[in-house]
């Protein structure tokens, strides 16, 4: 199902590159079109993450030094590892978060295997340390495109409630859950809830 659903995805995906290049030149964006990040797999195995890039280049960068100067973002940071007001999101890359649409290349690494459809979200390898307990719980399930946390609420849950919500989803796994988990995936891109 996962190979069928990736295949799928990976073809839709040529027309939206197209469009989401155009908006890129309309607005003047600079930087590759598509973005990989090194994230933690099943086992613990690194893979590449593709994403529509929606950030400046040099991003991690920005960030630093931002959080360095702006001391309630740096909290709200730490709490959530996300930022609602991150100065790093291009106008496109605005879009394509509020659409989800900056997920879509992902399809390839459902297609190669290295992530489900469903699953809990790829953590960064910067968040490693802070998963603690929860880790080796965490990395005996393959990633996925989708999972708990995005109908959770996102980037309105804190990054334990996070971890939480994964080590539950992981007891709890089923095929029954999986579908529960898509059809709600798919009202709340519809509804833009919790995106940043």
Same mark, same amino acid.
């Given at each position: 199902?996962?190979?069928?659903?990736?295949?799928?995805?990976?073809?839709?995906?040529?027309?939206?590159?197209?469009?989401?290049?155009?908006? @890129?030149?309309?607005?003047?964006?600079? +930087? /590759?079109?598509? *973005?990989?990040?090194?994230?933690?797999?099943?086992? &613990? !195995?690194?893979?590449?993450?593709?994403?529509?890039?929606?950030?400046?280049?040099?991003?991690?960068?920005?960030?630093?030094?931002?959080?360095?100067?702006?001391?309630?973002?740096?909290?709200?940071?730490?709490?959530?590892?996300?930022?609602?007001?991150?100065?790093?999101?291009?106008?496109?890359?605005?879009?394509?978060?509020?659409?989800?649409?900056?997920?879509?290349?992902?399809?390839?690494?459902?297609? @190669?295997?290295?992530?489900?459809?469903? +699953? /809990?979200?790829? *953590?960064?390898?910067?968040?490693?340390?802070?998963? &603690? !307990?929860?880790?080796?719980?965490?990395?005996?399930?393959?990633?996925?495109?989708?999972?708990?946390?995005?109908?959770?609420?996102?980037?309105?849950?804190?990054?334990?409630?996070?971890?939480?919500?994964?080590?539950?989803?992981?007891?709890?796994?089923?095929?029954?859950?999986?579908?529960?988990?898509?059809?709600?995936?798919?009202?709340?891109?519809?509804?833009?809830?919790?995106?940043?």
């Amino acid at each position: 199902f996962d190979i069928f659903v990736g295949l799928i995805g990976t073809l839709l995906l040529i027309p939206i590159t197209i469009i989401v290049q155009i908006c @890129r030149t309309i607005n003047h964006e600079k +930087g /590759p079109l598509f *973005y990989d990040q090194l994230r933690i797999g099943k086992n &613990g !195995e690194l893979f590449k993450l593709y994403k529509f890039r929606s950030m400046v280049v040099g991003a991690d960068e920005v960030l630093k030094t931002y959080l360095e100067t702006h001391y309630d973002e740096a909290k709200e940071y730490k709490k959530y590892k996300k930022l609602k007001k991150d100065p790093r999101v291009t106008k496109s890359g605005e879009f394509l978060r509020k659409t989800s649409l900056d997920e879509w290349p992902q399809f390839i690494n459902v297609l @190669r295997g290295n992530m489900s459809l469903v +699953g /809990p979200r790829p *953590y960064l390898l910067r968040e490693k340390e802070d998963m &603690g !307990e929860y880790y080796d719980k965490i990395i005996k399930a393959t990633p996925g495109l989708t999972g708990p946390w995005q109908i959770a609420g996102r980037s309105n849950v804190t990054f334990n409630d996070r971890l939480r919500i994964d080590n539950d989803y992981i007891d709890k796994l089923s095929l029954k859950n999986d579908i529960i988990i898509v059809l709600k995936t798919i009202g709340k891109v519809f509804k833009s809830d919790g995106a940043i």
